[in-house]
């Protein structure tokens, strides 16, 4: 079993940046694929970006591509989301995810986090 619990939300201005964050427990991350979802109000969750276990792929949605960087340190059991030039339309609650599959389909993700509020203002 594997608990993951993000950190790093909270209030930004437009054009700012966020350094989400999630620690997993229970279980070593190492061979799990991270993904990072958001969900706006009365929207569907959506996927953000996804990283493989090694680190060596990543893959974004196009509306962040450019600004978001996903990363992960498999030495201490994390994985980030750093956020920059940060949009109105980027506030949502973020969670990570973890997984066996490379792939954007939130359904194929094993893991959840509890979830983290981003709010930005213009």
């Known amino acids: 079993q594997v608990q993951l619990v993000e950190s790093g939300g909270g209030l930004a201005q437009a054009g700012g940046s966020l350094r989400l964050s999630c620690r997993a427990s229970?279980?070593?991350?190492?061979?799990?694929?991270m993904g990072w979802f958001r969900q706006a109000p009365g929207k569907e969750r959506e996927f953000v970006a996804i990283?493989?276990?090694?680190?060596?792929?990543?893959t974004y949605v196009d509306s962040v591509k450019g600004r978001f960087t996903i990363s992960r340190d498999n030495a201490e059991n994390t994985a980030h989301l750093q956020m920059n030039s940060l949009k109105t339309e980027d506030t949502a609650v973020y969670y990570c995810?973890?997984?066996?599959?490379?792939?954007?389909?939130?359904?194929?993700?094993?893991?959840w986090g509890q979830g983290t509020q981003v709010t930005v203002a213009s």
């Open positions: 995810a973890a997984g066996l599959a490379y792939v954007r389909d939130s359904a194929k993700y094993i893991y």
């Open positions: 229970g279980r070593s991350l190492s061979t799990y694929v």
């Open positions: 990283i493989s276990w090694d680190g060596a792929m990543t």
